[in-house]
Nanobody
Framework: DVQLVESGGGSVQAGESLSISCLAP????????LGWFRQATGQEGEGGAT???????IYGDSVKGRFTIPKDNAKRTLDLQMNDLKPEDTAMYYC???????????????WGQGTQVTVS
């Protein structure tokens, strides 16, 4: 089974930045789409930020311009760099992977355990 392991997360003030990481298996990291989605309590998943193995990225409207997803090849991680955080960014953030990228979280089949980000 493919396992994605997230780390980071926590509580920050509005306007601050935070980075979270997702460790992926080597083959997944090299060959599959990787990404992040978030889910606030009682809401659907949204806010996707995904990257194809070739480097093409897709950002959801709610995070575009503030969030980036750099890959760290030495660590084999996909990071989510979040800048200018707002209270509405408060959610559980999940790392995900699948063969192809999509802006729809429902198309992804493998998920990490999630990490909480709270902005006040």
């Amino acid at each position: 089974d493919v396992q994605l392991v997230e780390s980071g997360g926590g509580s920050v003030q509005a306007g601050e930045s935070l980075s979270i990481s997702c460790l992926a298996p080597a083959y997944t990291y090299d060959s599959y789409c990787l990404g992040w989605f978030r889910q606030a309590t009682g809401q659907e998943g949204e806010g996707g930020a995904t990257i194809e193995s070739g480097g093409k990225t897709i950002y959801g409207d709610s995070v575009k311009g503030r969030f980036t997803i750099p890959k760290d090849n030495a660590k084999r991680t996909l990071d989510l760099q979040m800048n200018d955080l707002k209270p509405e960014d408060t959610a559980m953030y999940y790392c995900t992977t699948d063969l192809y990228c999509s802006g729809n979280y429902e198309t992804f089949g493998v998920w990490g355990q999630g990490t909480q980000v709270t902005v006040s």
